[in-house]
């Protein structure tokens, strides 16, 4: 009996197409939202052909109101659906943030279990695609320091499409960062039919003994590479994916430091308030005594992220992140 599994190579949208595909097929109570998500198939085509096949009543073209359809998602999720919302951009959360915040996060607590929110929300992000202000926010960070709501970032097809049906699977609300970037840059074998990366464990993509990067989302091809040039020069890095930033994975965090003893944290979001403060926070509470040298961080700067004419300076680079290697290992 042949029992191995079909893949097919896919880009890392077509994998987020792939994901609504399997659980809208799977449960009837999934349903999408978004702005130009039917008919269009969403700004990026991460919807194309849903509509058509799943009909109107469940591929939602809304209006205009990131409130109004977040907030409409929030109560189709206490009553037994499993909404799916679109943001074009990021950026563009801001106006429902009062919804998420105030209410998505908090209504489990508020009725003492009896109610829970399982809604995801999908929000590209990100810059380096020559998007205008505000398509390129990397703002993770103010969703990561509520508890309620579990954010998640992959950066390939396998992770992105396993890591989806978790988030449409969890009962709690999801906020699912989708790399720009990485859209349709990167393919990669992917099975078909259902399958579950879990939330809340990250990847290691690289075995070192000298340095440990600690990264995610658009963020890793560029440490990858970079990781590959000092490989060449004889320094060994081990390369994590967090690939959840809410709750973060504190033991394969704390078993590369103890095993390195020198880190670099990378994240394009700005440097103040960013997540990678949290990673460290964790590496001093679980590897203080392990290390070998104060820990990098390399990061975006504390500016809103520049028009496209500026864009490349203001992203982490290959020279940045390998200046960061080189001075935890002259340390």
């Not at 992959?154 to 969890?170: H, M, Q, R, T, W």
């Not at 259902?194 to 690289?206: P, R, T």
């Not at 930033?245 to 504190?250: A, R, S, T, V």
């Not at 944290?265 to 392990?290: K, M, Y």
């Amino acid at each position: 009996m042949n029992t191995a599994i079909k893949t097919r190579t896919i880009t890392l949208v077509q994998a987020i197409t792939d994901a609504l595909d399997t659980m809208m097929e799977e449960k009837s109570e999934v349903l999408l939202l978004g702005e130009d998500i039917g008919k269009n198939g969403g700004v990026f085509r991460a919807t194309d052909g849903l509509q058509e096949k799943y009909g109107e009543g469940r591929v939602i073209d809304t209006p205009l109101s990131e409130a109004g359809f977040v907030g409409a998602g929030i109560g189709l999720a206490v009553n037994g659906f499993i909404p799916v919302i679109e943001i074009q951009f990021m950026g563009f959360i801001y106006p429902a943030y009062e919804q998420i915040m105030t209410h998505a996060t908090r209504l489990r607590m508020r009725t003492m279990g009896h109610y829970t929110v399982p809604m995801v929300i999908r929000a590209p992000y990100g810059a380096g695609v020559r998007a205008p202000e505000i398509h390129c926010d990397s703002t993770e960070a103010i969703f990561t320091h509520m508890p309620g709501i579990k954010v998640v970032c992959p950066s390939s097809p396998y992770d992105a499409k396993g890591l989806l049906i978790a988030a449409i699977e969890d009962p709690d609300p999801v906020l699912f960062m989708e790399p720009m970037r990485c859209y349709r840059s990167i393919k990669a074998e992917v099975p078909e039919g259902k399958y579950v990366v879990e939330i809340g464990k990250g990847k290691k993509l690289l075995e070192g003994d000298d340095v440990s990067i600690i990264t995610w989302g658009a963020m890793v091809p560029i440490v990858l590479n970079a990781a590959q040039e000092m490989k060449e020069k004889g320094v060994y890095c081990d390369v994590i994916d967090l690939r959840t930033l809410y709750p973060i994975d504190n033991e394969i965090i704390a078993d590369s430091v103890q095993k390195t003893g020198r880190t670099v944290i990378v994240h394009e979001a700005h440097a103040t308030g960013g997540v990678g403060n949290d990673v460290l926070s964790i590496i001093n509470d679980t590897s203080f005594l392990f290390q070998k040298a104060p820990v990098e961080r390399v990061t975006g700067f504390d500016v809103p992220v520049p028009y496209f004419g500026f864009e490349d300076h203001y992203l982490p680079s290959e020279a940045r992140i390998i200046h960061a290697i080189k001075k935890v290992m002259s340390f």
